[in-house]
């Protein structure tokens, strides 16, 4: 069975997405969590699937698994375009990233 953790805050299931119209496109993100984060042909981050799969909508949304949320916070903690957005499913509230009160 491949059946993928997903990250969770307080058994929250987490989900994330990136605003492309601040990304600089210095690929920080794609370091840190190459498995959710890719540059696409346009120099700008996307959001991946967890079969791989790059969404190149922007503001596209994916879920987070959890063994990589430490990756992605420290991904969306360094984004120097502050525009990685990590939010819980349920509710839609920003839990880490710029949003986040
Ligand atoms: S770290 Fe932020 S600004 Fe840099 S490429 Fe990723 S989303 Fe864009």
Same mark, same amino acid.
């Given at each position: 069975m491949s059946v993928q953790q997903e990250a969770s805050v307080d058994g929250e299931a987490l989900e994330v997405w990136i605003d492309q119209d601040l990304?600089?496109?210095?690929g920080i993100c794609a370091q840190y969590a190459p498995e959710v984060f890719e540059l696409d042909i346009d120099g700008l981050a996307y959001v991946k699937t967890a079969? %791989? $799969?790059?969404?190149? %909508? $922007?503001?596209a949304t994916t879920a987070v698994p959890l063994p990589l949320l430490t990756d992605v916070v420290d991904s969306a903690k360094e984004c120097p375009g502050e525009c990685i957005h990590v939010r819980r499913v349920s509710d839609k509230v920003e839990v880490y990233g710029p949003d986040v009160a």
């Amino acid at each position: 069975m491949s059946v993928q953790q997903e990250a969770s805050v307080d058994g929250e299931a987490l989900e994330v997405w990136i605003d492309q119209d601040l990304c600089t496109g210095d690929g920080i993100c794609a370091q840190y969590a190459p498995e959710v984060f890719e540059l696409d042909i346009d120099g700008l981050a996307y959001v991946k699937t967890a079969d %791989d $799969r790059l969404l190149q %909508d $922007r503001g596209a949304t994916t879920a987070v698994p959890l063994p990589l949320l430490t990756d992605v916070v420290d991904s969306a903690k360094e984004c120097p375009g502050e525009c990685i957005h990590v939010r819980r499913v349920s509710d839609k509230v920003e839990v880490y990233g710029p949003d986040v009160a």
